[in-house]
């Protein structure tokens, strides 16, 4: 199974990066992960929502040459996305795999979001928590589930 972790920006610190990467290691156990960083839109410190909406519009053109496969799961992280336990993730891993889907694609936006044509794309939105978490520690967390969700699929002893 090919997982692919399509997001906006760079992890800008070293111990975001040494947390992913060690997940990421773990994962290729499993699957086989690709990390794919759309470049961030630059936007002024109050930026207007016309600025915004412009923003994701250009981050969403980068998005899509990597989510439009057709036989790509894609994941929308957002906010109002479902929450789910590690157990229905790998559910959901699994039966898109089952289903025929040769790549799951989660998709993580800039700290405004994802655009809205990028979510009508996905099969599934998804929020890790009703918290508000930094935009890095949050895709080290999905990282982390990413490898947990295998884990379980695979009857590791990872997951207790």
């Excluded at 990467?21 to 961030?40: D, F, H, Q, T, V």
């Excluded at 959901?92 to 993580?108: D, L």
Aim: glycine share 6%; charged share 25%; net charge positive.
């Amino acid at each position: 199974m090919n997982i692919n972790i399509i997001c906006v920006g760079k992890l800008k610190e070293s111990w975001w990066r040494d947390a992913a990467a060690e997940y990421s290691k773990r994962i290729g156990g499993y699957a086989s992960l690709k990390i794919i960083e759309a470049n961030e839109s630059r936007l002024p410190d109050k930026p207007s929502q016309k600025e915004i909406e412009q923003a994701l519009s250009a981050e969403a053109e980068q998005i899509r040459k990597y989510a439009s496969e057709k036989k790509a799961y894609n994941i929308a992280m957002c906010i109002e996305g479902r929450q789910m336990s590690s157990e229905e993730l790998a559910q959901a891993i699994q039966s898109a795999s089952i289903n025929g889907f040769g790549s799951v694609n989660f998709i993580i936006g800039s700290s405004f979001g994802l655009a809205k044509e990028i979510k009508d794309i996905s099969q599934l939105r998804l929020s890790i928590s009703k918290m508000t978490l930094p935009h890095q520690l949050a895709r080290v967390v999905l990282t982390e589930q990413i490898y947990r969700a295998l884990s379980i699929i695979n009857n590791g002893k990872y997951h207790k």
